[in-house]
């Protein structure tokens, strides 16, 4: 069974950055894909982004392409998302996922475990 703690949410005003961390235990975390994953208030959750188990694949979802980077440090079992440029509509819970296998493969890929989630909101 993996744990899976998120942190680094808050609030923010429209065009500013937050980091989101999310650290893993209780399973071999350098060979499994993660990603991050929203719920919008009362919307059902998506896909935000995905790396892959190296760091040397990451897919986004359109809404966030060019301005949210997701990343790992294998040697401290931690997946990270940059957000940059923040919008009103990027408010939502973020949650952290890990999925079965070393890459992601789109909505083929189903998450293992996930986090409690850290709010996110970005105030216009």
């Known amino acids: 069974q993996v744990q899976l703690v998120e942190s680094g949410g808050g609030l923010v005003q429209a065009g500013g950055s937050l980091r989101l961390s999310c650290a893993a235990s209780?399973?071999?975390?350098?060979?499994?894909?993660m990603g991050w994953f929203r719920q919008p208030p009362g919307n059902e959750r998506e896909f935000v982004a995905a790396i892959s188990w190296s760091g040397g694949s990451t897919d986004y979802a359109d809404s966030v392409k060019g301005r949210f980077t997701i990343s790992r440090d294998n040697a401290k079992n931690t997946v990270y998302l940059q957000m940059n440029s923040l919008k009103s509509e990027d408010t939502a819970v973020y949650y952290c996922?890990?999925?079965?296998?070393?890459?992601?493969?789109?909505?083929?890929?189903?998450?293992?475990?996930w986090g409690q989630g850290t709010q996110v909101t970005v105030s216009s």
């Open positions: 209780g399973r071999i975390f350098s060979s499994t894909a």
């Open positions: 996922a890990d999925f079965p296998g070393p890459y992601y493969i789109g909505s083929d890929s189903q998450p293992h475990s």
